[in-house]
């Protein structure tokens, strides 16, 4: 059998923000294949992908882990203020880091308490420019054109995408499990395209959680387990 070697390529949890590289699932991942990451990109936003994925020329990796979309499906105006600039090809205010400050876990539930109806406003209002900004910004079209084509250069390597993560905030969760379904219909229908969707085998819970938005070490190695469960599954159908 091929030697495993491993792309991982998303967020702020590639690096294991909040927690420690030794404790992220790349890591854990890697281990419980007895293989190894031979690169690793981390704060990576969608319309920064298409740089990165020459290393898979580059490499021939047998599989590429791609954990996407966190920072971009949130039901935040500042997070889509900064998908709109970069879509337009402008430097977003640097003013708050990618990965986010920690927050506290009193802060979880809606944001304002400004009534249901607002409330479900926001979060329509915001997930469907987010969508149209996927879908339409030449920018992102970009990316998923580079990926795609990325692909099916590579039949023999296992491109394993993660959906956007759960986490603790309501409206950010409702989006994210939005934009995992949006993502996936974005991507190619290949043989050798596998996804997990990280909402099946990761709950909403404090248990799982650093604060409101980032995996704790639980977390990650359930979602190492997970992989590691999908690629095994898969491990024959390619050449």
């Given at each position: 059998?091929?030697?495993?070697?491993?792309?991982?390529?998303?967020?702020?949890?590639?690096?294991?923000?909040?927690i420690?590289?030794?404790?992220a699932?790349p890591k854990?991942?890697?281990?419980?294949?007895?293989?190894?990451?031979?690169?690793?990109?981390?704060?990576?936003?969608?319309?920064?992908?298409?740089?990165?994925?020459?290393?898979?020329?580059?490499?021939?990796?047998?599989?590429v882990?791609?954990?996407?979309?966190?920072?971009?499906?949130?039901a935040?105006?500042?997070?889509?203020?900064?998908?709109?600039?970069?879509?337009?090809?402008?430097?977003?205010?640097?003013?708050?880091?990618?990965?986010?400050?920690?927050?506290?876990?009193?802060?979880?539930?809606?944001?304002?308490?400004?009534?249901?109806?607002?409330?479900?406003a926001?979060?329509?209002?915001?997930?469907?420019?987010t969508?149209?900004?996927?879908?339409?910004?030449?920018?992102?079209?970009?990316s998923?054109?580079?990926?795609?084509?990325?692909?099916?250069?590579?039949?023999?390597?296992?491109?394993?995408?993660?959906?956007p993560?759960?986490?603790?905030?309501?409206?950010?969760?409702?989006?994210?499990?939005?934009?995992?379904?949006?993502?996936?219909?974005?991507?190619?229908?290949?043989?050798?395209?596998?996804?997990?969707?990280?909402?099946?085998?990761?709950?909403?819970?404090?248990?799982?959680?650093?604060?409101?938005?980032?995996?704790?070490?639980t977390?990650?190695?359930?979602?190492?387990?997970?992989?590691?469960?999908?690629?095994?599954?898969?491990?024959?159908?390619?050449?």
């Amino acid at each position: 059998m091929k030697r495993i070697e491993i792309i991982v390529l998303g967020g702020c949890h590639v690096a294991g923000y909040a927690i420690s590289s030794d404790h992220a699932f790349p890591k854990l991942l890697a281990e419980l294949l007895q293989g190894e990451v031979v690169a690793q990109v981390p704060n990576l936003s969608f319309v920064q992908l298409p740089e990165h994925l020459a290393a898979i020329s580059a490499l021939h990796p047998s599989h590429v882990v791609l954990q996407l979309g966190n920072h971009e499906f949130s039901a935040s105006w500042r997070s889509l203020g900064h998908q709109l600039c970069r879509a337009l090809g402008i430097r977003p205010s640097s003013k708050k880091p990618l990965a986010g400050a920690a927050q506290p876990m009193s802060s979880v539930g809606p944001a304002l308490p400004i009534g249901r109806l607002a409330y479900y406003a926001r979060i329509t209002a915001t997930g469907l420019l987010t969508a149209a900004l996927w879908v339409f910004s030449a920018r992102y079209r970009r990316s998923f054109r580079a990926l795609n084509d990325c692909m099916r250069q590579h039949p023999n390597t296992a491109f394993v995408f993660l959906s956007p993560f759960p986490c603790l905030v309501p409206a950010d969760n409702a989006l994210r499990n939005f934009g995992g379904w949006l993502f996936r219909g974005l991507l190619a229908n290949l043989p050798n395209r596998y996804w997990l969707d990280s909402h099946r085998v990761l709950r909403p819970d404090r248990q799982m959680f650093v604060d409101t938005s980032h995996l704790n070490e639980t977390a990650h190695r359930v979602l190492a387990h997970s992989l590691v469960a999908l690629i095994l599954s898969n491990i024959n159908s390619l050449v």
